[in-house]
């Protein structure tokens, strides 16, 4: 979706407004750029929690540290495994529990669609200097944790 910024008139000053406008754009952006390795941004992000808090999380408590419901978790992780991305198993610690953890194949895709969302990220930020897009970053990050209970 592209929107002549002149034609919106007083839209353009609303922060709601920009804000769903530059999601839209980035949304696309990532999309494309994940398209060769078969996943979408959310998978991408699910992979990356996987593959930084180990691999002796339940679906439950991967849903929980992504703030998304559980059945949307569920979605997500029957997909990647359908990808062979990721495969449900007993806890190596807790054999009464099941954990997801990353195959062979889910570690490689991880680690190169992450590049890709990093570069795209990048290249989305690249009309700002360095500095602007990481207060721009960090700013986004204070509003979000300090609302997150909202």
Do not use: W
């Not at 990220?121 to 970053?137: G, I, M, N, Q």
Request: hydrophobic residues 40%; contains cysteine.
């Amino acid at each position: 979706m592209t929107v002549d910024p002149s034609s919106a008139g007083p839209l353009t000053h609303r922060l709601g407004y920009l804000v769903k406008l530059a999601f839209h754009q980035l949304s696309g952006m990532l999309a494309e750029a994940l398209e060769p390795y078969g996943v979408n941004p959310r998978e991408v992000g699910v992979l990356s929690v996987i593959a930084t808090h180990g691999e002796e999380r339940s679906q439950h408590e991967l849903a929980q540290l992504i703030g998304v419901d559980r059945t949307t978790m569920v979605a997500v992780i029957d997909a990647l495994e359908g990808k062979g991305l990721v495969e449900r198993r007993r806890s190596a610690v807790d054999r009464r529990r099941n954990v997801v953890a990353l195959t062979p194949a889910g570690v490689t895709c991880q680690r190169e669609a992450d590049r890709a969302r990093v570069e795209t990220e990048r290249a989305y930020l690249a009309p700002l200097d360095e500095e602007t897009a990481r207060v721009l970053t960090e700013a986004l990050r204070t509003l979000y944790v300090a609302h997150a209970g909202s």
